[in-house]
């Protein structure tokens, strides 16, 4: 189970893809009995939310985004144009903004970064239902 989508490069790229996790989500669970808990769909969308506006920030030219599902997680990853791999900063409570990637390693089972031919690809796993992080 799995989908691609090239998103387009307007102020809308961010919303396209949360409606697209989202309308996965529900076609894996109501089409291939998949359970989704609530928390899944809302996690995933705050990732997605998070990798694509880094995408769109950072990196010029097209981003897409792959979505699978591996055993009982949603694999979200989001591969741009350029090849600088993103940091997480040390927390800071003071700091206004860039709690993006802080954000996605504290609410993810698994994150990693790879390099591509081009730009790079920035992948995040997330728990389908509750407990299912005990069993990965």
Known sequence: MRTTVALGGNSARIAQARHCAAAFLARIRTDHGVPVSQRALDVTQLVVSELVTNAQKYAPGPV????????????????????????????????????????????AQAFDVHRQSVGKRVTARIALYDGAADRT
Do not use: K
């Open 64 to 107: 897409t985004m792959d979505l699978r599902i591996v055993d009982d997680l949603v694999e979200v990853a989001v591969s741009d144009s350029d090849p600088a791999l993103p940091e997480a900063r040390t927390a800071d409570a003071g700091r206004v903004g860039q709690h993006g990637l802080e954000i996605v390693r504290a609410v």
